[in-house]
């Protein structure tokens, strides 16, 4: 037998390039798995694949021609090249195998077999390309060794590859990866080479003639391999630096974007959508801020509530895009006569207020006679012979009170007197006109009766799931039948049972007989239907209100997924912390929670984001005037973005019009509600109206766009 020697220096460069192309495979995993597009996950397959085959040769070739014979050595070129395709086809199939979204062992194992025997191909087909006369002699143990350290070496690669593919992994883990992957490989070459027994007397027949000789494939080898395999890796340098500020720039657009949805709805909740005057919240803030004032600097304000006559008339008669028109024609002539440092406000409706610095008391009564003329002097609309008045109430600080909320009900009060006296007038509020606190006593005492008796009742709007167009459930909505009053609207009743405490009584009874005929449909067959029930500030405050949930839902056998309560973002923001609490403990049951009247209150994304709530409930003033505003679509585009992206339904109220629901309907919205798709009516006629599913355009076409009625509460 021939004796064998190796150079040391070549079986170190072996083993480098062999974990070099290791950690090329690992690398090109990640690639073929992130790519973004088809094609280009391909190109990465197969050119990481020509790169690992061509590294694994290359090793190959190294390790033999860091073997010595006391012969000459060469290598024939078409034995040569078969081997170095045996080696890529058995590369790009690994790199395809670990890129499939999972790998269970049987398949693993099929696929350490397939590359096993590739890169044992590759092996001894390279030692067949020596040509040796006679043949080499292989000694079977050290050949199924030798195979055996392949399947291993392809099973450690595959396994590792597919572990270490994602990109969170840190670069120390692959490079440990290729080292063992590295030394698996080159521990099959020299298995391999371990089996050759080379005969006295042998000849390598591809010394002469064409075959290529060993300082040739030495060099080519040598030089190719690195340069390949250092311009595949430094292209995935470059490709992953690019993905990485890609990554950024995507960032860095959807920080804009949520800091623009914040100013939009930061916007959307201090200002009226329609005049763009601050709203109710910003309007307190404002009164608050001109009190500080007056306390510090001892100065005077007056506090102004105007409210147009005859409005309710020209919304019947002209529609509601000409009220609107005329709503914001009088802000418009209004906001002329103030000076910069006074503040002009719409509560909602035709209500207006105004918050003025007072020099003496003869600049009120100009202000307000200058107000009257200019709404009522002439037509407010160029296209409309449309005139309206107004009556002014006026209330003093610090004269006649010092706190936003007396100031507010003086004010209201005179303004009720100056409707009395004629209309398109103005009044100064007096203690006379406080005499109606009797009246507001008498209510009370008659709500107290009220509580339990046939006087108060639940009508119930229907709630329609866009997807499928029919019937998901409905919302409770509190009705009051005074015995000599008549229906008394619920915005009346709703305020003075909160200032006396009463809404604990009346939202308990209400949640009761919600689910009491929530439990009535579920046993006719509407297992399906669920039911949304409002929650007052009160009420949502009470020590008591998750065990009465609790209680509620265990007395009439309900889901408690079915059972949806309603906040307003208002009632959330005023204390943060127990509120989250408190909706922590009541999704912990399972309930719903929706926010009410989203984009009308002061709400921060930060603790959105952190409440636990199901769906989020767009308030009608953004859907009214949808169809005539940009504004309106962007800001209704924004909430149902960033409600999908919370994981949250989206439902809209106050669809009117065919036109509202083709709007909802595109932008994304789950669920509609409004009198387009029905009112809210007693149980009995609910079912009689939804007990089955009716067509679309049947139902759309089945009520007309009608004003929105007053406040409510369940």
Request: proline share 4%; charged share 20%.
């Amino acid at each position: 037998m021939l004796d064998g020697n190796y150079t040391p220096w070549l079986v170190v460069v072996s083993l480098l390039v062999a974990m070099l192309a290791s950690f090329t495979a690992l690398d090109m995993a990640h690639r073929i798995t992130t790519a973004a597009s088809a094609r280009l996950s391909l190109a990465w397959l197969v050119g990481g694949g020509c790169a690992m085959g061509l590294g694994i040769w290359s090793m190959h070739f190294i390790g033999m021609l860091a073997f010595r014979l006391p012969i000459p050595l060469g290598y024939d070129v078409g034995w040569t090249g078969i081997s170095l395709l045996a080696a890529v086809a058995s590369s790009i199939f690994a790199l395809w195998r670990v890129s499939r979204p999972t790998l269970p062992h049987a398949r693993l194992a099929l696929g350490a077999l397939l590359m096993g025997s590739g890169i044992a191909s590759m092996h001894y087909l390279g030692m067949a390309a020596m040509r040796m006369q006679p043949g080499i002699d292989y000694h079977p143990g050290w050949v199924a060794a030798s195979l055996l350290v392949a399947g291993a070496a392809s099973w450690a690669a595959l396994y590792l590859a597919f572990r270490l593919r994602h990109p969170q992994r840190r670069l120390q883990h692959r490079m440990l990866a290729a080292a063992l992957l590295g030394s698996a490989i080159v521990g099959m070459h020299y298995s391999g080479m371990a089996a050759a027994r080379f005969p006295a007397g042998s000849v390598c027949g591809a010394a002469a003639g064409d075959g290529l000789q060993t300082q040739w494939l030495a060099a080519l080898v040598m030089v190719l391999a690195t340069a390949i395999l250092g311009v595949v890796l430094l292209v995935s340098w470059l490709d992953q630096r690019m993905q990485a500020q890609l990554l950024r720039v995507r960032n860095e657009t959807l920080r804009s974007s949520l800091d623009d949805a914040q100013a939009e709805l930061t916007q959307a909740a201090l200002h009226d959508p329609l005049t763009r005057l601050p709203n109710r919240l910003l309007l307190q803030q404002r009164i608050e801020q001109a009190l500080a004032d007056a306390e510090q600097r001892g100065g005077r304000f007056a506090l102004m509530f105007m409210d147009l006559d005859g409005f309710k008339q020209v919304n019947d008669a002209y529609g509601h895009q000409t009220g609107d028109a005329l709503l914001v024609a009088v802000a418009e002539r209004t906001r002329h006569l103030l000076r910069p440092a006074d503040v002009l406000a719409r509560l909602g409706g035709d209500e207006f207020v105004l918050v003025v610095r007072i020099d003496n008391d003869e600049d009120i009564a100009t202000l307000a006679n200058r107000i009257l003329q200019a709404v009522g002097g002439g037509p407010l609309l160029a296209d409309h012979e449309l005139q309206v008045t107004a009556s002014i109430g006026i209330a003093l600080c610090p004269d006649h009170a010092a706190s936003e909320r007396q100031l507010m009900a003086f004010a209201d009060a005179a303004m009720y007197q100056a409707k009395e006296a004629g209309r398109n007038a103005y009044a100064v509020f007096a203690e006379w006109m406080n005499d109606s606190a009797a009246q507001q006593f008498q209510l009370l005492a008659d709500l107290r009766r009220a509580i339990g008796t046939d006087q108060l009742r639940l009508h119930y709007q229907p709630k329609i799931r866009v997807a499928g167009q029919a019937v998901s459930g409905a919302e409770a909505l509190i009705r009051w039948c005074h015995p000599q009053q008549g229906l008394i609207p619920p915005d009346r009743f709703i305020r003075l049972a909160e200032r006396s405490g009463v809404i604990n009584d009346i939202g308990r009874w209400a949640l009761d007989e919600a689910c009491r005929q929530l439990r009535q449909w579920h046993d006719a067959g509407h297992e399906g239907w669920s039911m949304s029930v409002n929650l007052s500030p009160i009420q949502f405050s009470a020590p008591h209100l998750l065990e009465e949930v609790r209680q509620v839902l265990q007395t009439h056998r309900l889901e408690p997924r079915r059972l949806v309560l309603e906040i307003t973002e208002s009632t959330v923001m005023r204390d943060t912390d127990a509120s989250l609490k408190l909706l922590q403990a009541m999704a912990g049951l399972g309930v719903g929670i929706s926010i009410d009247d989203f984009g009308t209150g002061y709400s921060s994304l930060l603790y959105l984001k952190r409440l636990p709530a199901t769906e989020i409930k767009i308030d009608h003033a953004f859907v009214r005037d949808l169809e005539n505003s940009a504004e309106d679509v962007v800001i209704v585009s924004a909430i149902v973005a960033l409600g999908h992206a919370l994981d949250m339904d989206i439902v809209a109220e106050g669809v009117e019009t065919a036109g509202q629901r083709a709007y909802l309907e595109r932008l994304g919205c789950d669920y509609l509600q409004g009198y387009l798709l029905g009112r809210p009516v007693e149980a009995e006629r609910f079912m009689q109206l939804h007990d089955h599913k009716r067509p679309r355009v049947e139902m759309a076409a089945g009520w007309k766009a009608q004003a929105r009625p007053g406040a409510s509460a369940g």
